[in-house]
C-alpha cells in the first residue's frame, strides 16, 4: 500500500505496508451491482480499501487475478464483482469501461425501443 501527497508541485510515494500475493484469500468487492470503490483484501487479517474509482477496483482485481494465475495457481476467490467486467475475454471490457458501460446502456435502450415499436399480431 502507497501512501501519496503532494508537495508544492512535486508528487511524493511513500510504501505503508507490503502484502505478499500468496498470502492473499480473498478479494471481496462488497457489492457487484453498485458502482462502488470499496473493497476488501482477506490476508490473515482484513483489510479494508478504497480504490480511485470502481474501475481501477476491478483493473486491479483483474491484474491480481493474472499474477495468480501465472505464477502461484493457487485458489483464489474473488467475491461480489460482477463477472461481464471481471474478465478480460469479455466483450464489454477494456482501459475504458466508463464508454462501454454508456454504450451498453445505449445499446439495452434502443433494443427497448425497437421492441416498443413492434407490432406484435
Do not use: Q
Not at 480511485?52 to 493474472?66: E, G
Not at 505464477?71 to 461481464?84: E, Q
Not at 469479455?90 to 454504450?103: G, K, P, T
Amino acid at each position: 500500500m502507497v501512501k501519496h501527497w503532494r508537495v508544492d508541485r512535486e508528487e511524493k510515494y511513500e510504501i505503508v505496508e507490503k502484502w505478499f500475493l500468496k498470502d492473499l484469500e480473498m478479494i471481496d468487492g462488497k457489492e457487484a451491482d453498485t458502482d462502488n470503490p470499496y473493497f476488501d483484501m482477506h490476508f490473515h487479517k482484513v483489510y479494508n480499501m478504497e480504490a480511485y474509482s470502481c474501475a481501477s477496483k476491478y483493473t486491479f482485481a483483474r491484474t491480481l487475478n493474472k499474477l495468480n494465475a501465472m505464477y502461484l495457481k493457487k485458489d483464489f476467490k474473488i467475491v461480489n464483482f460482477d463477472d461481464t467486467y471481471l474478465n478480460d475475454d469479455s466483450f464489454w471490457s477494456s482501459s475504458n469501461r466508463d464508454f462501454l458501460v454508456v454504450m451498453r446502456v445505449c445499446f439495452y435502450a434502443s433494443n427497448l425501443l425497437c421492441l416498443s415499436l413492434c407490432r406484435f399480431s
